[in-house]
């Protein structure tokens, strides 16, 4: 992606005060508690419309390795305890296949939004090449199925199974599982990889269970009523249909296009918008594909992917995209300072004038592709670019054009409520045939009540009562009183990592290590020790903090919708310095073999 990395001339300060007025437009007393679960009130969507459950006795073995949670984490972990030797390992799973998020988000256009090369884990192991830069749902969800394939992850799987408790059997020195399946079977090790966008929500509108009409869940996408299918075909059956779609974050701006081409007429109703730069997804070609696919070449492309949004000054941009435009924009004007010039306030002065010309670059091709002026307007996003996940698409904001595709801007107010007929914003009642929620996931809620489940360590600890005050951990992976179990996510770990499955490919790859080293030493139990635990706490208090949830920002999931997180979200910390930073520590501790900070038994 060619940038000119000019600075351009802005009013820090009267930018800071437009980005404050729009925030406060936005904020609402409620903050998170404005949104339901999805059961909550459509119950016939909570279940799978994909595979039907097939019945199965319930399961009384052992494994050694039992992992839940089917997405990336559950798959990069066992395919790296597989190539350890590790053969016994299961995967618990509440969909029909594996895939996570993937499996359920169907919706027409989903597609990964940093590049395939980067996104999609063991490309290199499994032999594939990505069709496309930035592969849409069914070529991910086929990876996760050759994934299970390829390292015999399919054998002892079970799908369809929610994990109801997990307890820690002292005497037996064993994990004892049991599921909504009526399962109660022990493993040794246990991981857990539930993900951060699984349990999916609607906004709490009045009057949301007396439509009369279609609605549905952007994740429990309904290809019986819309017609069309996950991989691409038209929606036939919405060419009579007026349909409203509520919410425009990611999942919004990949699903409009497709919904204005096939729709009579679209209603997309915005509280705030999305900021939405070029994609410039192109097919990736063969012949360039062979002479990049050396030994070693997808590590590779992730780490450099790392160091171009991060402090570091690589000599190249493999991935060259959106993402790491604004990283290089920011070292460009580093770069320009007389070294004596480059003081902390001087550097995060030059972050925040590469990201306001960012946005302003954004801002105008809104004004520059939207024919209609006050639409335009309306579609720029004023906020700075990490205050919210950043969007990347050519036909977003060209669908917009279409005369049957009208943006109901509600200026920061949001949706009034929902009729029998229709949608209420404005004070005008749009009457509509079918309602879709692009309305997201619960983040940063409980981890219990997110997961399904507590899980009690050693001596009856409840890990819900140890991490009341804040998440505990060692690298974000181990915690103390819960022997051999493990923490496959990012917290305490990348943390804000843009390309989430290098975090959890790296510890999978810490896991397996440990593993081994526990099977080979003969040892029945490894957790750290209480000092170890301590210090990487207060190391990572050392650090800048989270780049992301500043209640300065747009009211969002990044910010706990405006209120910023309390004490116990403070721990909710990655590296100080950065996700690079983490794994090139955690590379280090592993290759020395010494496993400092844990305890063998």
Known sequence: MASSHVAPKIDREALRRKYARERDKRLRADGSAQYKRLESEFSDLGSDPYILVAPREPVTDHVTFAFIGGGFAGLVTGARLKESGIESYRIIEKGGDFGGTWYWNRYPGAQCDTASMIYMP????????????????????????????????????LFHTRVTDLSWEEDKKLWLIRTDRDDEFTAKYVGMGTGPLHVA???????????????????RWDYA???????????????DKRVAIIGTGATAVQ??????????????????????????????????????????????????????????????????????????????????????????????????DADHGKMEEIRQRAQAIVDDRETGENLKAWYRQLCKRPCFHDEYLQAFNRPSTHLVDTDGKGVERITQKGVVANGKEYEVDCIIYASGFEVGTDFAERSGYDVTGREGLKLSELWKDGMRSFHGLHVHGFPNLFFVQQNQAAAFI???????????????????????????????????????IEFLLTGPGARIGSTECTPGYYNNEGQGYGEQERFALGHPAGAQGFISHIDAWRKSGKFEGLEFR
């Not at 009523?225 to 060419?239: A, D, I, Q, V």
């Not at 290098?502 to 139990?525: C, I, K, Q, R, Y």
């Open 122 to 157: 063991l490309l290199e192991e499994t032999r594939h090449m990505p069709s496309e830069k930035y592969a849409h749902a069914p070529e991910i969800r086929d990876h996760c199925s050759r994934i299970g394939k390829h390292f015999g992850l399919y054998e002892n799987a």
């Open 201 to 219: 929500k609607l906004p709490g509108l009045a009057g949301i269970e007396k439509f009369e009409g279609k609605s549905f869940h952007t994740s």
């Open 255 to 352: 699903c409009v296009p497709h919904l204005a081409r096939d729709a009579k007429e679209l209603f997309v109703f915005q509280r705030t918008p999305s900021s939405v730069d070029e994609r410039n997804n192109l097919p990736i070609d063969p012949e360039w594909f062979a002479k990049v696919n050396e030994p070693g070449w997808q590590k590779k492309w992730q780490e450099n992917f790392v160091a171009n949004l991060g402090v570091g000054f690589p000599a190249d941009d493999l991935v060259d995209d959106g993402w790491t435009d604004l990283g290089k924009r920011i070292r460009a004007q580093v770069i320009d300072m007389p070294p004596e010039e480059r003081t902390p306030e001087n550097i995060m002065a030059a972050f925040e």
């Open 498 to 536: 843009a390309n989430y499955p290098h975090n959890l490919v790296d510890h999978a790859d810490t896991v397996a290590a440990v593993v081994s080293h526990a099977e080979e030493t003969g040892h029945s139990e490894v957790e750290p020790t209480v000092k170890a635990q301590e210090e990487w």
């Open 225 to 239: 009523y819309t017609g069309g299918s996950p991989e691409g075909s038209p929606m036939t059956n919405l060419g």
